[in-house]
């Protein structure tokens, strides 16, 4: 009987491994497919007759693909590493420093969670155009620094970190700082690597807030880019060049998940275990 519960178990996990895999690999073969036969070929499991790089070749000739990740690479980058230190910065803060009206502000920074990103688009678009900052770097980045998911998470965890480490840190001559630097904080990265991947891929995929306050062809990103090139005017749309240009956007969302995979595990299993 268990036995068969484990077999049943595996089994439900691969359908729907597979469930979800299956678009993502069928996108990365159709888009080495040539335009005029992607529909034919479309409905076969794989594809491997006639492979072309025609449509890589046409999106880096027709669009300024290099400048949309480069782009995309910059705002997200920035943005995940800012988002990270400010939030393990003001998690610490809640979790151990006393200061008045502690548990106000933090509750005030999680109803913020509960707003809807829409509805602070028009006030920070008239912000970045009061401070002069449309179609720049820093329109792009600024709104994406904080958030609150960041901060309840690293308080969290926090608030479970060993007071003994820190007493012992502050006996061997540590002040404030150097006990979250040197202590804390390399002690929470399951925790802070989970915050930056859920900070990478949000970023990466933001598409309003970068159409809104970006004019020129040099700021945009690439989710933009491949709107605007889906919708420029043409008889026909031109499928394969748009999976190319969806394989590329998908393949530093990969990579950074690859890299934050075991702290990542380590964040959830840490999470499923009650003392």
């Not at 939030?87 to 008045?100: E, K, P, T």
């Amino acid at each position: 009987m268990k036995r068969t519960r484990i077999f049943l178990g595996y089994l439900t996990l691969i359908i729907i491994a597979i469930s979800m895999l299956y678009p993502f690999l069928a996108m990365v073969n159709l888009s080495f497919v040539d335009n005029g036969s992607i529909f034919l070929e479309s409905e076969k499991f794989l594809h491997i007759n006639n492979l072309t790089l025609q449509n890589y070749k046409n999106v880096f000739k027709e669009l300024p693909m290099s400048r949309y990740f480069l782009n995309s690479l910059i705002v997200a980058t920035i943005s995940t590493l800012g988002q990270v230190m400010f939030a393990a910065l003001a998690g610490y803060a809640f979790a151990r420093l006393n200061f008045r009206f502690r548990n106000t502000i933090f509750l005030v920074i999680l109803i913020t969670m509960l707003i809807p990103p829409q509805v602070n688009i028009i006030p920070l678009f008239f912000l970045m155009r009061e401070m002069n900052l449309i179609d720049t770097y820093q329109a792009l980045i600024l709104p994406s620094l904080f958030g609150g998911l960041g901060v309840f998470l690293m308080r969290q965890y926090f608030l479970g970190f060993p007071k003994d480490l820190e007493e012992s840190a502050r006996i061997d001559g540590c002040n404030l700082f150097q006990t979250f630097f040197k202590i804390a904080l390399p002690l929470a990265l399951p925790t802070v690597a989970t915050l930056a991947i859920f900070t990478f891929v949000t970023t990466w995929n933001s598409f309003m807030w970068p159409l809104i306050v970006t004019n020129s062809e040099s700021m945009r990103t690439l989710p933009v880019g491949l709107a605007i090139y889906k919708g420029s005017f043409r008889e026909i749309t031109l499928w394969g060049e748009l999976l190319a240009c969806s394989v590329i956007c998908t393949i530093p969302v990969i990579g950074v998940f690859l890299l934050g995979k075991k702290y990542f595990i380590s964040d959830i299993l840490q999470g499923g275990i009650k003392e």
